[in-house]
């Protein structure tokens, strides 16, 4: 097999700095199976280290898409931080490295996320789903404690993207990010919340138009309807 990973030659959009950054050849991926909460998992190949470009001077992080376009001039205060960081010399130098750990792509997905946190108006589904990267890649190395913890953060971030209404994603729509809410409420425990939340799912006016987020709301529901019933011991 072709090496997957590749390096693109970018340019920092904040401080102009040419580097490299190793991408993954979209054709490489090939999905395995997908958790409840669309984690998706590759064969012999964990993406996720790979979606987020950070400069090595000042530490401007986005997603990859979003670095390769975006433009900064109307946004004085998203340079100012890049500028701030690069000039404070503490930097975080990343190498042009087809490698990369967990520890490295957490560093990149949280620069990203700080980023986003100040770019107006604010779209609180980037900033979940980048918490959710980073729970999805400590669960893949089994490090539970650190998953739940951005799960918790991702969970913030999509009740506020329902709170705001905007940004919803066409493929799930509004009742894919309740089932979601719901979901990661039960992940976490919170079988209360959960029920609440999937049964506004379900009674959702056009989850007819999402057969597969009503037969995850389900599952998900009986999953928590078993769990009951073990811990009655009946
Ligand atoms: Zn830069």
Request: proline share 5%; hydrophobic share 35%; charged share 30%.
């Amino acid at each position: 097999m072709p090496d997957p990973i590749w390096l693109k030659d970018v340019k920092c959009p904040a401080c102009d700095t040419a580097f490299k950054t190793a991408r993954i050849k979209s054709s490489a991926l090939k999905a395995k199976s997908m958790d409840s909460d669309f984690h998706k998992i590759y064969e012999g190949i964990r993406p996720l280290l790979y979606a987020v470009t950070v400069c090595p001077k000042c530490n401007f992080g986005q997603r990859n898409d979003d670095f390769d376009r975006v433009k900064l001039e109307y946004h004085p205060e998203i340079m100012n931080i890049a500028m701030a960081i690069r000039d404070s010399g503490k930097n975080i130098q990343f190498p042009d490295s087809r490698e990369i750990d967990t520890e490295t792509a957490v560093k990149k997905h949280q620069l990203a996320i700080t980023f986003y946190k100040h770019w107006k108006p604010e779209d609180p589904l980037m900033i979940a789903g980048l918490y959710m990267h980073i729970a999805w890649m400590y669960r893949e190395d089994g490090a539970k404690e650190r998953e739940k913890e951005f799960i918790k953060h991702a969970h913030e971030y999509y009740i506020k993207t329902f709170e705001k209404g905007t940004h919803i994603p066409e493929k799930i729509g509004e009742p894919g990010i309740m089932y979601l809410i719901g979901e990661l409420y039960r992940m976490q425990g919170d079988f209360v919340n959960a029920v609440n939340w999937f049964s506004r799912t379900v009674k959702h006016e056009i989850i007819g138009n999402f057969p597969n987020i009503e037969s995850l709301t389900r599952d998900a529901w009986e999953k928590i309807n078993e769990q009951k019933h073990k811990t009655n011991g009946s």
